[in-house]
């Protein structure tokens, strides 16, 4: 019998774990705000398209109902592409919900308008939490003592509770010496 080789430990591919690790995970996306906005521009959109024949004598009714359901379906799906834009689509699906009631038949019977409204008001209130406990975590597990942010440097930070992240005590700031030292007014003197 010939001898084989011996065989090599299998290596993983590194090529794959840049990819996952960029992937987002679906807790951390708006979902239920994106779900009520494609179910807004859905029920907008239902009635104008279900005799599309008819579309051209619908007038501008069912025109503004289609291509405001359009506008918001868009927003449903750039808030699960970008979720940081989540404010922003936000305030455009509650003015798409707020304009389809006089320009969409009534806002696709009020339901459209609701359904939009909701979403829009979900997507403006949400924030990633997961994120923001990440950072809390990593900031608590690093040896590293939180660096002091001034009012210049506007970047939010994570909200922790107070014992995830250790507070580092600093000394008192020592008032300027020209403060210290007062100088007490002379008497003005007449001459």
């Known amino acids: ?22 992937r987002p995970r679906l807790r951390e996306r708006p979902l239920t705000a994106a779900a009520l906005m494609a179910a807004a521009g859905a029920e907008l959109a239902y009635f104008p398209l279900r005799r599309p024949e008819l579309l051209g004598l619908q007038g501008i009714g069912g025109t503004s109902a289609v291509l405001i359901a359009c506008a ?24 798409l919900g707020l304009v389809s009631c006089p320009m969409a038949n009534l806002g696709g019977f009020l339901v ?33 003592p939180p660096v002091a942010v001034t009012a210049s440097e506007a970047v939010p930070a994570p909200v922790c509770s107070p014992e995830a992240v250790p507070v580092s005590e600093s000394a008192p700031e020592s008032e300027p010496e020209s403060a210290s030292k007062a100088v007490p007014d002379e008497p003005a003197t007449a001459r």
């Open 72 to 95: 918001l379906v868009g927003c449903a799906v750039l808030l699960l592409l970008r979720p940081r834009l989540a404010p922003a689509c936000g305030a455009a699906a509650i003015v």
């Open 1 to 22: 019998m010939s001898a084989s080789p011996p065989a090599s430990p299998r290596v993983p591919s590194r090529a794959g774990e840049g990819i996952a690790r960029r």
């Open 112 to 144: 459209g308008m609701v359904l939009a409204v909701l979403g829009g008001a979900f997507a403006t209130a949400w924030r990633s939490a997961p994120v923001a406990e990440a950072a809390c975590v990593a900031a608590s597990e690093s040896e590293v």
